[in-house]
């Protein structure tokens, strides 16, 4: 049976406009799900946008629309994001659509059938921006002597009839989980906060509303709505039909993987598995909280005016760029800080000077003296054999690092390849071979453009347009071919014509300065 992988992002907020940081979680899912389908599983990705709250019913109003009205509107910027990204979501999830509203109801029932809400009054402090509850003790004194959140918002007092899910019921159920599924909550440390966080006792948590009316209504209980993060977190289930048992839902739950960014770990990582299991539903089997983009060192955000607009950078530097440059950067799960300079850095480094000198060197001496067809091999020797046995393995080293989400680490991999590739050409050096030894030449050659063709399969995922140049000019024909089954079902078969070679990974060029040197023709462009 088809292994399967059912992976979401967090749903944004529509009352912010789409930024880096929103990319950056869909994207690190984006890479994930190609590299599953390639891999040969049944994939399903989740993205979409979290609509009803105090806080989207305020936005609304500042800007003078009708809440329906104005998530229609503002959903559509997040639609269109995932769509100029080229990200190959399956589905898009809209929390006021009527499937939503069912999941939720049905989630509610089964929860209370279980015992686990009661209905009480809150009295206490709420954060309309973060959209959650802060107890007494867990507030800060602002600049102004005013209190606020950890996170730096507002809090008001609140004072309404609530209904309370049992939190403090399950903190040993909790605590319990977390032991047994050592590898629920990823990277380590923030299991180890979240675990404190438990150790340190819940108290039980007011899952309704009666002082707005932007949300699901709690089933029989009018003038009650839904906690927005209970409403939103349901999104994870509603996407696969929950609660109709013949749709995806019993294939695709519990989720293989959602991903999220550190501020969200406690909802998604203490709230949902409680909810779920107190549901009679199995907690998902990986949250991944990753970190913080910070821009020049600044924290990013709209009043600082130092928002990054993804489409800007991806106009700038190209798309391919700023994926591999967001995914490489930083470990993934530590904070990162977005520079132009490193960006460049790589752009000219890791990418041009890199994969690209390796492509066009190999590429350019086969047009050149190999007929511009695969060559044929000859006897191979050790050093050959080792390299290619290299590249063989990268496809599983790959996978283990992307089945715990460690991107850069496969990039690494990826990237220690091109960099024994390189070496191979230069000590090679087949283009002294050429006269000497023509056909250890070919040999040479057809190991490094086996080589290519490896990289170029693995790099799908990562850069899919480049991977896709890389292919053709490997003549590899779009479809079976370029899936991981591939890799090993066989290598280029010596005398398929090649296209002529075409540069993949320009240099970044700032704006006026002479183009870089081509090269001379007929001599490798870099031997060093
Ligand atoms: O929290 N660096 O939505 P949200 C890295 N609706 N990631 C960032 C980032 C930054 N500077 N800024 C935002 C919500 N993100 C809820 C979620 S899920 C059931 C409901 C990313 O619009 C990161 O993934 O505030 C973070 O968790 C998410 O955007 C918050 O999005």
Redesign the pocket.
């Known amino acids: 049976m088809t292994q399967r992988y059912y992976l979401t ?5 529509v009352n ?1 406009v789409p ?4 990319a ?2 869909t994207l690190a899912c984006d890479v994930i799900a190609r590299f599953m389908r390639l891999d040969g599983r049944e994939v399903k990705f989740l993205t979409g946008t ?1 609509e009803h709250g105090q806080k989207v019913e305020k936005s609304a109003a500042a800007a003078g629309m009708a809440p329906k009205e104005f998530v229609d509107r503002v959903s559509q910027n997040f639609r269109d994001l995932a769509a100029q990204m080229g990200y190959s979501n399956d589905d898009f999830i809209r929390t006021t659509e009527a499937r939503h509203i069912r999941a939720c109801q049905a989630l509610w029932r089964a929860i209370a059938a279980n015992g686990d809400i009661y209905l009480g009054h809150y009295e206490g402090w709420y954060s309309v921006r973060d ?1 959650a509850f802060w107890a007494e003790d867990e507030l800060v004194a602002g600049a102004d002597g005013k209190k606020r959140a950890p996170t730096g918002a507002d809090v008001e007092w609140v004072r309404e009839p609530s209904y309370f899910f049992r939190l403090s019921a399950w903190q040993d159920r909790l605590l319990k989980f977390y032991d047994t599924h050592p590898d629920f909550i990823l990277p380590e440390s923030r299991r180890n906060e979240v675990v404190s966080f438990v150790k340190g006792g819940l108290h039980d948590l007011s899952i309704s509303r009666t002082t707005f009316s932007w949300g699901v209504p709690v089933p029989d209980a009018p003038g009650h709505i839904m906690y927005v ?1 209970l409403d ?2 349901t ?2 289930l509603t996407a696969i039909g929950y609660p109709d048992t013949t749709l995806e839902f019993p294939r695709l739950w519990p989720a293989d993987l959602h ?6 770990i406690r ?2 990582a203490v709230y949902w598995p409680a909810f779920l299991m107190a549901a009679g539903l199995e907690p998902p089997r990986r949250v991944f909280a ?5 821009n020049e060192g600044q924290k ?1 955000s709209k009043s600082l005016g130092n928002v990054i607009d993804p489409l800007m950078l991806t106009a700038e530097f190209g798309l391919d760029p700023v994926r591999y440059f967001l995914m490489r950067e930083v470990p993934f799960g530590n904070d990162g800080d977005f520079s132009r300079a490193s960006m460049i850095d790589r752009i000219n480094n890791d990418l041009a000077n890199g994969f690209g000198n390796l492509c066009q060197r190999v590429l350019s001496m086969i047009a050149a003296n190999c007929g511009g067809a695969v060559p044929t091999a000859g006897t191979l020797a050790d050093h050959d054999k080792a390299l290619l046995a290299s590249a063989g393995v990268l496809l599983a080293d790959i996978r283990t690092a992307l089945l715990s989400q460690q991107i850069h680490i496969a990039l690494a991999q990826l990237w220690g390849v091109v960099g024994e590739a390189n070496r191979y050409v230069d000590t090679e050096a087949p283009w002294k071979l050429k006269k000497s030894d023509p056909g250890r030449m070919a040999t040479v050659l057809y190991v490094l453009i086996e080589v290519i063709r490896h990289l170029g399969v693995l790099l799908q995922p990562f850069m899919p347009a480049s991977a896709a140049k890389i292919l053709d000019q490997v003549a590899i024909p779009v479809g079976a071919a370029r899936s991981f089954a591939a890799l090993a079902a066989g290598g280029l078969v010596a005398g398929t014509p090649l296209p002529k070679p075409q540069g993949i990974f320009p240099r970044h060029e700032p704006p006026g300065a002479p183009a870089a040197a081509k090269p001379v023709k007929g001599k490798p462009p870099l031997q060093g």
């Open positions: 992002t967090p749903i944004y907020y912010d930024h880096i940081g929103h950056y979680t979290d959209e993060w939103a977190l999104n994870y991903m999220v960014g550190k501020d969200i909802f998604h990753h970190g913080w983009w910070t990013i």
